[in-house]
């Protein structure tokens, strides 16, 4: 795989960082996520369920034994992935400075909300707050509606997990050539707002000229919009281009020399109307029939269980089956010589690879064994806990 041979060390966080190491792990990196110990049996239901393809080590940081450890690891790791709020690292003796002297090669990844610098640095925050900070929120949202944040997508997890997986993919293959580590401030407001360089850029074409939810790509347009089928689901349509609208009236049985033209905005409220009454008289299963294989840009709004069942998606196989029957997305995009091959192993139990994580680090078993006296690891008894 394409990242093989990468050891990635992914400090446990909440959402973003987690995705951040699966996406590396899914690529053929070893990920080895450090956990907080939490001295029970509950530490076995992890919440993290972005896990796949790792291993856990639980390590307590907060004492020097445990911050030594980590230290050590550092030195013989490709990067770490650090998802605290700035400041949090430094007070562990584990900031930047500290870990690039003893391992310069390290790449040192610090996937926050508000970045390292600047008046929120220190602030507590989660998706919503990064992308209303971002200008991208005031974008977001039905005519008359206030903004709408959907779920945490887009700034967890586009501008964060995804963004930073592409920062340290860069910062690898510059290493490459200079044979050098660095930090990377991977900010989920920045990597919001970078990920929004369209909205940005496009604001001098017109796109955007009128209020929220009244715009062609923001749910004001006829032909870009959501609409209600007769057994209560939906059908997506993005009919932009004037060939593939032609399809659209076609297939809803309008006629186009009877309706206003297609950009007329004034008419698109009323055009949504008619549309939406069309789209009421049938299934969605009746509109598949209508528009699958026509250039339409018809689409239906499946569910989870729907998207899995698919055919399209079930030729791609775009979505796998793990050991235990949960299905989930396959890793994107598809390479062609090197693709990603996740793992189909359950996700970790918290601390469940302490021991063997150290002795391949070098560590022996004196020395676990001390650090285990200490309080400073966790090492997962599975039987006794199962
Ligand atoms: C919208 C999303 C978040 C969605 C997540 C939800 C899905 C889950 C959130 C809560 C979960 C529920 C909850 O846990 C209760 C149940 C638990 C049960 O097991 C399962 C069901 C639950 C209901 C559970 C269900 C779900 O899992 C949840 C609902 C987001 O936006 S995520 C993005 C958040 N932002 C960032 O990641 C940006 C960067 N990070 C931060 O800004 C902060 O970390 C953050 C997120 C604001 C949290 O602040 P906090 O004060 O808690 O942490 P930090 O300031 O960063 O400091 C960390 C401290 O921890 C110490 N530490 C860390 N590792 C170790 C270690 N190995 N050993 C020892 N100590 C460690 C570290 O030293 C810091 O200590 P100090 O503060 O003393 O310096």
């Not at 959402?15 to 690529?27: E, H, V």
Request: charged fraction near 25%; aromatic fraction near 8%.
């Amino acid at each position: 795989m394409a990242l093989s041979g990468v050891r990635v060390l992914e400090l446990a966080g909440l959402a973003p960082a987690p995705l951040c190491g699966m996406i590396l792990a899914d690529f053929g990196a070893q990920v080895l996520r450090v956990d907080r110990p939490s001295r029970s049996a509950a530490a076995l239901a992890h919440t993290d369920v972005q896990a796949r393809g790792k291993r856990s080590l639980a390590l307590d940081l907060k004492q020097p034994q445990g911050a030594a450890v980590l230290r050590r690891l550092c030195g013989q790791a490709d990067v770490l992935i650090e998802p605290f709020r700035h400041g949090v690292m430094e007070r562990l003796g584990l900031g930047p400075e500290v870990l690039l002297q003893e391992n310069p090669r390290l790449i040192y990844a610090r996937l926050t909300g508000f970045g390292q610098t600047g008046k929120y640095a220190k602030s507590a925050g989660h998706d919503i707050n990064y992308l209303a900070l971002s200008g991208v929120l005031s974008k977001l949202g039905r005519k008359n509606e206030n903004p709408y944040a959907p779920v945490n997508l887009l700034a967890d997890f586009g501008g964060g997990g995804v963004m930073c997986a592409l920062g340290i993919v860069i910062a690898l293959f510059e290493r490459a050539r200079s044979g050098r580590g660095q930090v990377i401030d991977a900010s989920m407001v920045e990597g919001v707002a970078y990920l929004s360089s369209f909205l940005w850029k496009s604001q001098n074409l017109g796109l955007w000229s009128q209020p929220r939810g009244e715009n062609l790509l923001d749910s004001g347009a006829p032909f870009y919009e959501i609409y209600r089928t007769s057994d209560g689901k939906f059908m997506a349509v993005g009919a932009i281009e004037p060939k593939f609208y032609n399809q659209l009236i076609k297939g809803l049985g309008l006629n186009l020399d009877e309706l206003p033209s297609q950009m007329s905005f004034s008419h698109w409220p009323e055009m949504k109307k008619k549309f939406a009454s069309v789209f009421a008289q049938r299934t969605q299963a009746e509109w598949c029939s209508i528009f699958d294989d026509t250039d339409a840009c018809v689409t239906p709004v499946l569910s989870f269980e729907d998207a899995a069942l698919h055919q399209h998606n079930k030729e791609r196989n775009s979505f796998i089956k793990n050991d235990e029957e949960e299905i989930s997305p396959r890793p994107a995009p598809v390479l062609s010589r090197t693709p990603a091959v996740p793992s189909c192993k359950r996700d970790p139990f918290i601390g469940e690879h302490t021991e063997e994580i150290l002795l391949e680090f070098g560590f022996t078993k004196q020395e676990i064994d001390k650090l285990n006296s200490d309080k400073a690891i966790e090492l997962k008894d599975l039987k006794a806990n199962l």
